[in-house]
């Protein structure tokens, strides 16, 4: 794993203060807000910066935020419910593959241009990886590559052959209404125009609702200052 720099080091060179880039970083995917939104909050703060420069900040420190957040992730529970809902990327729809546990923690999620058996699996096997276990329990919708793809990891043994699968829309409310904390964030956006931009702000709004779930043990940090800046600047330092 290559090592974490150091706040100086992570921020040299911006022009703005690291307080300044970290807010809007993390303000842009857990609000309801346009990258113009935050431009005009900014302002109110006597700052002037252009939507495109939140932009570039979102797509740079995003994945390091993410990657700093996850040393400190809590393992979900085993049982699974799974499904797919939909983003819009340059006027297409794309398939967002998402699961939560049975208390509606996020497990994980995987953007995909796919919609097949090969899209299933490798949500399944990014899942796990993230996870360190397999779940014995997984609640499908009814779509059948879904149901394979599942079929074909007990039998190659990427799960357990012991894998309790269910088909059932009523279990599966408890993802579908999660979807909405998602789709209703990425509203504002107006659609995607790059594959890789959607990915990472997804990611962005994914640790966020992770953050704001409690999905993360930060008792080794014996924190000092319990303010929302003060918790985000002892994970990013540690």
Same mark, same amino acid.
């Given at each position: 794993m290559a090592r974490f720099l150091g706040l100086d080091e992570l921020f040299k060179g911006r022009h703005f203060d690291r307080e300044v880039i970290v807010l809007c970083v993390r303000w842009s995917p857990r609000f309801k807000l346009s990258y113009r939104d935050l431009v005009e909050m900014m302002a109110e703060r006597c700052l002037s910066l252009a939507h495109t420069t939140i932009m570039r900040w979102v797509n740079? @420190?995003?994945?390091?935020?993410? =990657?700093?957040?996850? =040393?400190?992730?809590? +393992?979900?529970?085993?049982?699974?419910?799974?499904?797919?809902? @939909?983003?819009k990327i !340059?006027?297409?729809?794309? @398939? %967002? @593959?998402?699961?939560?546990?049975?208390?509606? !923690?996020?497990?994980?999620? !995987?953007?995909?241009? =796919?919609?097949?058996? /090969?899209?299933?699996?490798?949500?399944?096997?990014?899942?796990?990886?993230s996870q360190g276990s397999p779940p014995t329990t997984i609640t499908l919708d009814g779509y059948a590559a879904s149901h394979r793809a599942v !079929?074909?990891?007990?039998?190659?043994?990427q799960l357990s052959a012991d894998t309790r699968v269910r088909s059932s829309k009523y279990l599966n409310? %408890?993802?579908?209404?999660?979807?909405? /904390?998602?789709?209703?964030?990425?509203? +504002?956006m107006l659609g995607f125009k790059w594959f890789t931009?959607?990915? #990472?702000?997804?990611?962005? #709004?994914?640790l966020l609702r992770g953050i704001h779930k409690g999905q993360f043990n930060l008792g080794?940090?014996?924190?000092?200052? /319990?303010?929302?800046?003060?918790?985000?600047?002892a994970v990013l330092a540690a």
């Amino acid at each position: 794993m290559a090592r974490f720099l150091g706040l100086d080091e992570l921020f040299k060179g911006r022009h703005f203060d690291r307080e300044v880039i970290v807010l809007c970083v993390r303000w842009s995917p857990r609000f309801k807000l346009s990258y113009r939104d935050l431009v005009e909050m900014m302002a109110e703060r006597c700052l002037s910066l252009a939507h495109t420069t939140i932009m570039r900040w979102v797509n740079h @420190y995003a994945p390091e935020f993410e =990657r700093r957040w996850n =040393r400190f992730a809590q +393992p979900v529970g085993s049982s699974w419910r799974v499904d797919e809902t @939909y983003v819009k990327i !340059r006027g297409k729809w794309e @398939y %967002l @593959y998402r699961a939560v546990d049975s208390t509606g !923690r996020t497990v994980d999620f !995987r953007l995909s241009s =796919r919609r097949d058996v /090969g899209a299933a699996k490798a949500f399944f096997r990014k899942a796990i990886k993230s996870q360190g276990s397999p779940p014995t329990t997984i609640t499908l919708d009814g779509y059948a590559a879904s149901h394979r793809a599942v !079929r074909e990891m007990k039998t190659d043994g990427q799960l357990s052959a012991d894998t309790r699968v269910r088909s059932s829309k009523y279990l599966n409310n %408890l993802i579908e209404q999660d979807h909405r /904390g998602v789709k209703l964030r990425i509203s +504002p956006m107006l659609g995607f125009k790059w594959f890789t931009t959607a990915a #990472i702000v997804i990611a962005g #709004i994914e640790l966020l609702r992770g953050i704001h779930k409690g999905q993360f043990n930060l008792g080794g940090l014996r924190l000092k200052d /319990g303010s929302t800046s003060g918790v985000w600047n002892a994970v990013l330092a540690a």
